[in-house]
């Protein structure tokens, strides 16, 4: 079993742009529609953006719709989560999770990486 790895976190300005990666290991994964999420402290975890894999069909949590970017590369195995105009409320831990197709539900999650976003 292996899991996402995510990278690119860390302080940015409000108004600034981060690019977050997700490197997906093994073949296992490799047909799995793809999802980030966010979590901040106290909060509950909730859903940023998806892209599914053969299609690349996106769908985007209405308060990152039209700043935040979700995009793959299956030849590399991996995800991109580019943010732009980032917000403080943005600030939360950030995952990577692939999406069973026959669960229909996020089954293998990475260990997240930190965004904050200062004033």
């Known amino acids: 079993q292996v899991q996402p790895v995510e990278s690119g976190g860390g302080l940015v300005q409000a108004g600034g742009s981060l690019r977050l990666s997700c490197a997906i290991s093994g073949r296992t994964f490799s047909n799995r529609d793809m999802g980030w999420f966010r979590q901040a402290p106290g909060k509950e975890r909730e859903f940023v953006a998806s892209?599914?894999?053969?299609?690349?069909?996106?769908d985007y949590a209405d308060s990152v719709k039209g700043r935040f970017t979700i995009s793959r590369d299956n030849v590399n195995a991996m995800v991109y989560l580019q943010m732009n105009s980032l917000k403080p409320e943005d600030t939360a831990v950030y995952y990577c999770a692939a999406r069973d197709p026959v669960k229909q539900q996020y089954d293998v999650w990475g260990p997240g990486t930190q965004v904050t976003v200062s004033s």
């Open positions: 892209i599914t894999w053969s299609a690349f069909i996106t």
